[in-house]
């Protein structure tokens, strides 16, 4: 898919591009392409003269080859932008390439964060001026979306706290916990390392000396948001953390009460035991062998030699 947006009276619009021919008759700000096609590859290339390889989006890319800037002035930044679903959290790695005054955006899937985008510069006037307005307003959009994520992750903790520092906690109610938990710590890490990708694709912008007066210290104030959400999803580490410990430390205790049954268990059975290997033995003159209430005794003897243990570890409070 293809998206070209233009500037009018300082809103952003947006046309979806189908043939070659509409290309030639606009002059856009931001050029948006998702999961472009060869074809579509081709008329960026005829229109613009921007060459899109395959790889532009990879993964692997080597570090050095995500922020540079070209001798004919082109910019080139990849940055991962973040999708919180709710279900599958992940990180999508975006290629801008800054030319001639239009910004090129290359993904493999739609993002929040652009749609956040193009909301608000419909809504808002004189919100984008140029192109590079608009790769600042997306990382500030970023940062902002990653400020609300990290808002919905304390909400889900405080639910599971909730659940888990009650008096009684049962395994399910403890599986269900850790599976939360885990989930939350998988997408705070996911949104530490967003704002530490956006803060080093933000610092070289402003060291690339490409940015006025008045971006420069917009992106600024994007670096001051990204270190206040720095510091939050470490505390948010520490309480999952927390939260772990006291989910397994539960889990624990519940193992523990089972051991202590079967403990207390097997200490009770120990006197009859004990008494039915006596009236086991063959020997030939036992006195009870040949009593009428040697049997009915024995096994009276052997459930008082039950209860009275039972009845003692229930006054200590071992059986609770």
Do not use: C
Not at 110 to 117: A, E, G, W, Y
Not at 131 to 144: I, M, P, Q, W
Not at 214 to 222: D, G, P, S, V, Y
Not at 256 to 261: E, F, M, S
């Amino acid at each position: 898919m293809l998206n070209v947006f233009t500037l009018a009276s300082g809103r952003l619009f947006q046309e979806e591009v189908d043939q070659p021919d509409a290309l030639a008759h606009v002059s856009p700000v931001w050029v948006d392409l998702e999961a472009p096609t060869p074809i579509e590859k081709g008329w960026i290339l005829g229109r613009f003269g921007l060459t899109i390889p395959d790889d532009i989006v990879d993964d692997d890319l080597e570090e050095s080859a995500r922020f540079y800037e070209e001798d004919n002035g082109e910019l080139h930044i990849r940055s991962d932008f973040l999708i919180d679903d709710g279900e599958t959290p992940r990180n999508v790695r975006v290629a801008f390439v800054l030319k001639d005054g239009v910004l090129f955006s290359v993904h493999a899937e739609d993002l929040p964060v652009f749609r956040l985008l193009r909301l608000r510069a419909r809504r808002i006037p004189a919100m984008i001026e140029d192109a590079k307005d608009v790769l600042l307003k997306l990382y500030d959009a970023d940062a902002e979306y990653s400020a609300d994520a990290l808002e919905g992750i304390y909400d889900a903790l405080e639910k599971v706290s909730a659940r888990v520092l009650k008096q009684e906690v049962d395994d399910h109610a403890a599986a269900e916990a850790l599976s939360a938990i885990a989930h939350q710590e998988d997408l705070n890490g996911r949104i530490r390392r967003n704002v530490m990708d956006t803060r080093r694709a933000v610092s070289f912008m402003m060291r690339s000396r490409l940015l006025n007066a008045e971006q420069f210290e917009e992106a600024r104030q994007i670096m001051r948001d990204i270190d206040s959400l720095d510091s939050h999803t470490a505390f948010l580490f520490d309480k999952i953390n927390f939260l772990m410990d006291a989910t397994v430390g539960f889990i624990n205790i519940n193992q523990n009460k089972i051991i202590k049954i079967f403990s207390v268990a097997s200490v009770a059975m120990l006197p009859p035991t004990l008494i039915a290997s006596i009236y086991g033995m063959n020997f030939q003159h036992m006195p009870e062998l040949s009593s009428r209430w040697g049997y009915p005794l024995a096994l009276g003897l052997m459930a008082l030699s039950i209860a009275a243990p039972l009845v003692y570890f229930r006054r200590k409070g071992w059986m609770r």
